[in-house]
């Protein structure tokens, strides 16, 4: 201890010394060392620095994550002398009731095994063995021994290093759950039993400050909430004969992205945040939902990227702002955090909305915000008077019961250190989880990547894989989903031609015409291959039509041996073809769902995808052929 305490008395005096001149208050590395692991440093030993301690897989940094350099050339909070790795610890599983835990353990580490045994009479639902992960949470689902008494509501359970009170599971029955010594508790603190039979909010789990939320568990979450108000907001399409009548919904999505780029979040997480929210954006524009956008970065200022006005006015494109994020300069000097004005900004821009569009239309307006944090806001105060004010603001109008629906808050906590319980409290909504702890930015955009499956969203055109580069035939059909061959035989089944052809709806394949020129063909000589991953791939045909001004004769009189225009068909499949990643149509011009690709805002015109697709002389084009992907 004596040692850094005079060193850093000394730096100070060194920096009392020299104020008014131009030396440097620089941190040191004196004493900030971790046994077991490393640290790194964001802007050397430089004011405004973070020195954030490693740790290797199943380990922690403890007691602190991370340090900031300060003005006056200290460390914030001031490093202990015992900083080390610490073994990863789950929480403790023996809260089961009816039942045995296997083996009994003061405490269990990562790689620890349990199993889960019931009492004579009581089933086991849930798993009945659980291992530790590097995570801080067991691996399976919460071990619960019951018997059945007729209840309407099963047995919620106890997760493990939690207490529960509450024993009754019968319609309006409460259950209530703390978690037990240093941990705090993420989910629903309350539940009650429905008449239907099911807990209202979601099973609680206990954290350790070590406790992270996986990929997986992110997306699983996030993406089942963030779906929901998508589809809530699609229209329905009704397929008839492969012609697509748009229902049109009532309803607007605003989405507010707020990320923290004050210095407590590193530079490199700040840019895999932006890649994230790059990735989000992307994903959300595979629905045919158009929502509007207040994107934001924040410090002790607000850094407005895209002003939500802007794009209800309409003049604002999401590749521009795509565009925008990707130019952003990252390399803020200010250090303060100031969660508390990012959200009176957006508060601020509701309320503009409101009075933009009238109480009556903002009625119809969902709200979801999307907040990026370290959680050590520092400047501005508690946020939670703003999120009540936005709260009153969207509840205002609604009298009803569903009024949760219309405002989301979810918070992505990233390496947060110390304020989780307050970070949670911000968040409302109904659906799911609203408050992720993630260990570090890295995992946003592949998070965000799979939130939204391709598969799930049927209605849209041209999406493709372009980062599957693997040779083998999955990843080439990820690439092209589109791709369709026809094969022809002709009545005596002598002649055989084969094509390509483009899927361009469910059941319809646009391929030449001139592939049907053997004569006398009827559908049954005409097949389609396309390897939507069921069976061999291979479709009948209902029928097919030639453009009617096809004919390759057409000039011979001019000159002209063989004349291709019009070179167009039409093939209809007897069955849809499964749309997936896999498989999946490519885009027609003019259509909705080709400004809904090109991410052109709202509806557009055929002059302005022309524009897009054609504005140079010369196009870069790919050619496929059957052997091998593309020439
Ligand atoms: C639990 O895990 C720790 C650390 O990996 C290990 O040292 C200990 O032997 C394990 N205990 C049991 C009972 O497996
Ligand atoms: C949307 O809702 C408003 C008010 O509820 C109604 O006046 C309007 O006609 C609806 N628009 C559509 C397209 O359904
Ligand atoms: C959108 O319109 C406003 C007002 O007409 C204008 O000031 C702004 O520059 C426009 N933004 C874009 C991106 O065109
Ligand atoms: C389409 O996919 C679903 C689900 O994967 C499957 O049940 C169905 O049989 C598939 N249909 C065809 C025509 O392959």
Redesign the pocket.
């Given at each position: 201890m004596g040692a850094s305490v005079r060193w850093s008395w000394f730096t100070a005096l060194l920096c009392l010394l020299c104020m008014g001149c131009e030396v440097q208050c620089d941190c040191t590395e004196e004493g900030v060392h971790i046994q077991g692991g490393h640290y790194t440093l964001s802007k050397k030993l430089e004011k405004g620095s973070q020195l954030v301690y490693r740790c290797p897989e199943g380990y922690y940094p403890y007691p602190h994550l991370r340090h900031l350099c300060q003005p006056g050339g200290k460390w914030e909070p001031t490093p202990r002398r015992h900083q080390k790795c610490r073994?990863v610890e789950c929480p403790d599983p023996n809260v089961l009731q009816n039942g045995n835990v296997s083996?009994p353990?003061q405490k269990?580490?990562?790689?620890?095994?349990t199993t889960y045994e019931c009492h004579a009479g009581y089933t086991l639902r849930g798993s009945s063995s659980r291992t530790c992960l590097p995570n801080g949470k067991w691996s399976g689902s919460t071990p619960i021994c019951s018997r059945d008494f007729g209840d309407t509501c099963a047995d919620p359970g106890i997760p493990a290093g939690c207490s529960r009170t509450g024993n009754t599971f019968g319609i309006g029955d409460k259950v209530k759950y703390t978690c037990n010594g240093n941990l705090f508790l993420v989910g629903s603190s309350e539940r009650v039993c429905q008449e239907n039979g099911q807990w209202t909010g979601q099973e609680p789990a206990c954290y350790y400050k070590h406790t992270y939320d996986t990929a997986t568990e992110v997306s699983e979450a996030f993406g089942s909430a963030i779906k929901h108000t998508l589809n809530i907001l699609q229209p329905t399409d009704d397929m008839q004969e492969g012609r697509i009548i748009r229902m049109s919904t009532n309803g607007t999505l605003n989405i507010y992205i707020a990320v923290d780029i004050s210095h407590s979040i590193s530079t490199e997480n700040l840019q895999r945040a932006r890649d994230g929210v790059i990735t989000l954006i992307e994903k959300i524009s595979s629905f045919m939902v158009s929502p509007n956008y207040e994107i934001i970065f924040f410090s002790s200022n607000v850094y407005e990227i895209v002003n939500i006005l802007d794009f209800i006015d309409g003049n604002i494109t999401l590749a521009s702002i795509i565009n925008n994020l990707k130019k952003l300069d990252t390399t803020d000097k200010a250090t303060g955090s100031n969660l508390n004005l990012a959200f009176r900004t957006m508060k601020e821009r509701m309320v503009m909305i409101k009075h933009r569009v009238g109480a009556e239309a903002f009625k119809e307006h969902r709200h979801v915000l999307v907040c990026f944090t370290d959680g050590s806001y520092n400047m501005g105060g508690n946020p939670m008077p703003t999120v009540d004010r936005i709260k009153n603001l969207v509840y205002m109008d609604h009298t009803d019961t569903s009024k949760e629906e219309y405002l989301d808050i979810y918070i992505f906590g990233i390496g947060v250190e110390t304020s989780d319980e307050n970070l949670q409290s911000l968040t409302t909504g109904t659906r799911g989880r609203h408050y992720f702890r993630i260990k570090d930015a890295s995992i946003l955009s592949s998070t965000f990547e799979e939130i939204i499956d391709d598969s799930e969203v049927s209605g849209l055109c041209g999406l493709y894989k372009d980062y599957e580069t693997t040779g083998d035939k999955i990843s080439k059909r990820k690439r092209y989903p589109w791709v369709a061959f026809v094969s022809v035989t002709d009545a005596q089944r002598q002649s055989f031609l084969r094509c390509f052809g483009s899927l361009v709806s469910p059941h319809f394949v646009l391929t030449a015409a001139h592939c049907f020129h053997l004569g006398n063909i009827l559908p049954e000589h005409v097949t389609v291959e396309i390897e939507d991953g069921h069976g061999s791939g291979v479709k009948k045909v209902k029928t097919f039509t030639l453009h009617p001004e096809f004919n390759v004769k057409a000039k011979v009189s001019q000159g002209v041996d063989e004349f291709y225009d019009y070179d167009v068909a039409l093939v209809q499949l007897q069955e849809a073809v499964n749309i997936s990643t896999v498989a999946r149509p490519i885009c027609i011009p003019c259509t909705q769902e080709t400004s809904d690709a090109l991410k052109l805002s709202g509806l557009s015109t055929c002059a302005q995808q022309e524009e897009l697709l054609l504005k140079n002389h010369c196009e870069r084009l790919s050619f496929l052929t059957k052997m091998d992907t593309l020439v």
């Amino acid at each position: 201890m004596g040692a850094s305490v005079r060193w850093s008395w000394f730096t100070a005096l060194l920096c009392l010394l020299c104020m008014g001149c131009e030396v440097q208050c620089d941190c040191t590395e004196e004493g900030v060392h971790i046994q077991g692991g490393h640290y790194t440093l964001s802007k050397k030993l430089e004011k405004g620095s973070q020195l954030v301690y490693r740790c290797p897989e199943g380990y922690y940094p403890y007691p602190h994550l991370r340090h900031l350099c300060q003005p006056g050339g200290k460390w914030e909070p001031t490093p202990r002398r015992h900083q080390k790795c610490r073994l990863v610890e789950c929480p403790d599983p023996n809260v089961l009731q009816n039942g045995n835990v296997s083996p009994p353990l003061q405490k269990y580490f990562v790689t620890n095994e349990t199993t889960y045994e019931c009492h004579a009479g009581y089933t086991l639902r849930g798993s009945s063995s659980r291992t530790c992960l590097p995570n801080g949470k067991w691996s399976g689902s919460t071990p619960i021994c019951s018997r059945d008494f007729g209840d309407t509501c099963a047995d919620p359970g106890i997760p493990a290093g939690c207490s529960r009170t509450g024993n009754t599971f019968g319609i309006g029955d409460k259950v209530k759950y703390t978690c037990n010594g240093n941990l705090f508790l993420v989910g629903s603190s309350e539940r009650v039993c429905q008449e239907n039979g099911q807990w209202t909010g979601q099973e609680p789990a206990c954290y350790y400050k070590h406790t992270y939320d996986t990929a997986t568990e992110v997306s699983e979450a996030f993406g089942s909430a963030i779906k929901h108000t998508l589809n809530i907001l699609q229209p329905t399409d009704d397929m008839q004969e492969g012609r697509i009548i748009r229902m049109s919904t009532n309803g607007t999505l605003n989405i507010y992205i707020a990320v923290d780029i004050s210095h407590s979040i590193s530079t490199e997480n700040l840019q895999r945040a932006r890649d994230g929210v790059i990735t989000l954006i992307e994903k959300i524009s595979s629905f045919m939902v158009s929502p509007n956008y207040e994107i934001i970065f924040f410090s002790s200022n607000v850094y407005e990227i895209v002003n939500i006005l802007d794009f209800i006015d309409g003049n604002i494109t999401l590749a521009s702002i795509i565009n925008n994020l990707k130019k952003l300069d990252t390399t803020d000097k200010a250090t303060g955090s100031n969660l508390n004005l990012a959200f009176r900004t957006m508060k601020e821009r509701m309320v503009m909305i409101k009075h933009r569009v009238g109480a009556e239309a903002f009625k119809e307006h969902r709200h979801v915000l999307v907040c990026f944090t370290d959680g050590s806001y520092n400047m501005g105060g508690n946020p939670m008077p703003t999120v009540d004010r936005i709260k009153n603001l969207v509840y205002m109008d609604h009298t009803d019961t569903s009024k949760e629906e219309y405002l989301d808050i979810y918070i992505f906590g990233i390496g947060v250190e110390t304020s989780d319980e307050n970070l949670q409290s911000l968040t409302t909504g109904t659906r799911g989880r609203h408050y992720f702890r993630i260990k570090d930015a890295s995992i946003l955009s592949s998070t965000f990547e799979e939130i939204i499956d391709d598969s799930e969203v049927s209605g849209l055109c041209g999406l493709y894989k372009d980062y599957e580069t693997t040779g083998d035939k999955i990843s080439k059909r990820k690439r092209y989903p589109w791709v369709a061959f026809v094969s022809v035989t002709d009545a005596q089944r002598q002649s055989f031609l084969r094509c390509f052809g483009s899927l361009v709806s469910p059941h319809f394949v646009l391929t030449a015409a001139h592939c049907f020129h053997l004569g006398n063909i009827l559908p049954e000589h005409v097949t389609v291959e396309i390897e939507d991953g069921h069976g061999s791939g291979v479709k009948k045909v209902k029928t097919f039509t030639l453009h009617p001004e096809f004919n390759v004769k057409a000039k011979v009189s001019q000159g002209v041996d063989e004349f291709y225009d019009y070179d167009v068909a039409l093939v209809q499949l007897q069955e849809a073809v499964n749309i997936s990643t896999v498989a999946r149509p490519i885009c027609i011009p003019c259509t909705q769902e080709t400004s809904d690709a090109l991410k052109l805002s709202g509806l557009s015109t055929c002059a302005q995808q022309e524009e897009l697709l054609l504005k140079n002389h010369c196009e870069r084009l790919s050619f496929l052929t059957k052997m091998d992907t593309l020439v």
